[in-house]
């Protein structure tokens, strides 16, 4: 995988993982129970944290695009 991969997973997981945190919002108090939009929420949010992880932490990734697409030194 080239570096305008690891830009892609960043993009994709920072997208995703708002998409969650924003139904997290809108359900409100609704979260605290067990309901299935609560239960199916909260699962979402998790999921979408342990991507961040997967194949490398957004810190990783970060470094990678940086020294192949921006040329910086490495660090």
Known sequence: ?????????LV???SRQD??????ELLGPEMFTRSERALAANDLFL??????IAGGTTQIL??????????????
């Not at 999921?47 to 961040?52: A, G, I, Q, T």
Request: with cysteine; glycine share 14%.
């Open 1 to 9: 995988p080239g570096a305008e991969s690891s830009v892609a997973k």
């Open 12 to 14: 994709g997981v920072r």
């Open 19 to 24: 998409s969650a945190e924003l139904a997290m």
């Open 47 to 52: 999921r979408n944290r342990c991507l961040s």
């Open 62 to 75: 970060r470094n990678v695009a940086g020294e192949r697409i921006l040329g910086l030194p490495r660090g």
